[in-house]
């Protein structure tokens, strides 16, 4: 199984602000979209309830919450409370990619741990303020695809979508 990682990262590392996005990028949201429907995403609670309620949980998507709180409910999703029991429900059903889609700390677990096989980085060429950033994602990784977007009337911040590979 192919663990991937999924987040938009300013210059400066930030990836959230309030518990929300710090920028509007319509388009890099259709490339989420895109790029996640249809497979597993896995959550940390604080980054799943900072998704607006209407579109919570994800469409189309096993949407799998990890939470230590052993009482959190999280309706239409699954419940787990660690990232290996995400990820072995993942593997349970036998999926060829699963998508860890934020926040800042279990972005940093499965990084940290080497978890990883490949990340879809869209960089925000900005440097917005913000308290959550996206760890150092380390040495070993090429691109194997990348398109450039700029900035207009619907994207206050130009920037890049990639992916990496190990």
Not at 92 to 113: C, M, P, S, T, W
């Amino acid at each position: 199984m192919i663990i991937s990682a999924i987040a938009a990262v300013a210059e400066n590392g930030v990836i959230g602000k309030d518990g929300q996005l710090p920028w509007s990028l319509p388009d890099d949201m259709k490339f989420f979209q895109r790029t996640t429907l249809n497979h597993h995403v896995i959550s940390g609670r604080k980054n799943y309830e900072g998704i607006p309620d209407r579109f919570r949980p994800l469409r189309d998507r096993v949407n799998l919450v990890v939470t230590r709180d052993q009482d959190y409910k999280a309706p239409g999703a699954t419940v787990c409370h660690s990232l290996d029991a995400a990820l072995e429900v993942a593997r349970n059903a036998q999926v060829k990619e699963v998508f860890i889609i934020g926040g800042g700390q279990l972005y940093k677990e499965a990084i940290d741990r080497n978890l990883i096989n490949r990340l879809y980085l869209t960089t925000v060429h900005g440097k917005p303020a913000g308290d959550v950033f996206f760890p150092e994602i380390g040495k070993g990784w090429k691109e194997v695809w990348s398109e450039k977007h700029k900035a207009d009337e619907r994207h206050k911040y130009a920037f890049t979508f990639a992916v990496l590979q190990k």
